[in-house]
Each structure stands twice: as structure tokens, then as C-alpha cells.
């Protein structure tokens, strides 16, 4: 204990036009935590992303970083708060090469071609040209040079070959070293489970339960999935 949770969700309620999809949802990251949010489909997840990132109205309930509340923030100045949602994040400029993309906000891309190797292969080619897994690690590559003080990581993983899997969880590795809050939504809860320190399920727009890693069973999981939790 003692340290604050980075990020908060307290009560969220949100939705779309007149559908209500968040019904209060509470939710608490810490600094160097990788959360794993884990549910049926249509609980809610993607769109508690949408609402962390700014991408969706708060309708009740609020965001707070780091103790500050974000809440009527717009999604750029969250972002630049350091709330990162990715894949989207910040995107690649398909007719751009990889250098080129690299070099729109970085001076000198040679410590992402320490780090992804496969990119410093690949840098004369143009980014709408590289396969998904590689799309991701480059929209993944600022986060490494610059971590964000919190990703936001909506189903990383998918339609991405195994490798390309183990590299992204590699990096998210990295990122919790260095303190980043992580919440992490994936359809393939075993590599979830792997990384995650916390896991919460969702359903019918709330968080039911929250706990560490060691105490989720198949049991618990099953019921998670079958929305019976
Ligand atoms: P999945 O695992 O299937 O992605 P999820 O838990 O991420 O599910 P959400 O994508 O957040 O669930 O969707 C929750 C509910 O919100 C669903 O009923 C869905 O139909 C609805 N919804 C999602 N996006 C929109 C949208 N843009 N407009 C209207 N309703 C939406």
C-alpha cells in the first residue's frame, strides 16, 4: 500500500446516443500494475477504453490521473496528459516508410531499431505495406522511447502471428517496468493471465469482481465468460 492508484475509474457511466453501456463502472491502476479486464463480449470493455482515452463522453462518475480529475478532458489532452490507447494510439501514416513514420516524432530512430530489430530491417518499406504484427510495433515503438504514464492496450494481440504476440507482451513487460499503468483487454485470456498482476471481470457494464492474478481459477473464469460471475 501507500503508493496512489495512477489511474481511476469511479462510478463511470457512459454510453452511445441513447445506449447506456457503462452503469458505473470502478476501477483502480497502479503505477507498475498490468491490470487484465476480462469479460463476454458486449460487457463493456472496449468501451470503458473509449471512456479512459476520451473518445466517449462521461455521462456520470468520473477519470482521475494520478489523483487529477480528467473526467471533461477531450481525448488529445488526455493523451498528452500521457493516457495512451493503443493500437489506435497514434496511428501510422501508411505512405510514409517506417523511417519516415519514426522520424515524424523522433530525431533519431535508432533506439527503436535496438529494440524492435524487425522494424530496422523493415524501415525503407512503406508502413501501409507491413504486415499487422509490424504495424503494431511501430505504432507501439513511441511508447518505448516515451512511455506514457498510462496504455491502454484494447485487444493487442489481434490477428497477429504468435511471435509477433510474444514481442508485443515483451514490450507491455518493459512498460511495467518502468511504472506505466496498464490495462490490458484481450480475447486470449491465457496470455492476459500471464502478464496481468490484477485482473477484473466485467459484465453487463460493471466491474463484479477484482482480484490478483493467483486467486482466478477456471472456475471463476468460466463464469466470467459465460457471464455468471
Ligand atoms: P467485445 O469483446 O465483443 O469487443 P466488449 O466487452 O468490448 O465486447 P463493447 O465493445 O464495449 O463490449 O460493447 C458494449 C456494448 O456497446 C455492446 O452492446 C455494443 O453493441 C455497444 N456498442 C459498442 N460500440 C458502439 C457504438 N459505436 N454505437 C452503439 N453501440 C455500441
Known sequence: GGVRPLLVLDGVVAGYQDCTVLRGVDLAI?????????????????????????????AAGGVLLDGEDVTAWPAHRRARAGILLAPEGRGVFPGLTVEEN??????????????LPQLAERRGVLAGALS????QLLTLAPALVRPPRVLIADEPSLGLAPLV???????FGELRERGVALLLVEEKATEALAIADRVAFMQLGRVTWTGPRSEVD???????YLGIG
Do not use: M
Open 132 to 135: 499487422g504484427g509490424e504495424q
Open 218 to 224: 477456471s472456475e471463476r473464469l468460466a463464469a466470467a
Open 102 to 115: 519514426l522520424r515524424t516524432w523522433l530525431p533519431d530512430p535508432e533506439p527503436v531499431y535496438d529494440r
Open 165 to 171: 504476440v510474444r514481442q508485443v507482451f515483451e514490450v
Open 30 to 58: 497502479h503505477p507498475g500494475e498490468v491490470v487484465a479486464l476480462l469479460g463476454a463480449n458486449g460487457a463493456g470493455k472496449s468501451t470503458t477504453c473509449a471512456a479512459v482515452a476520451g473518445d466517449l463522453p462521461i
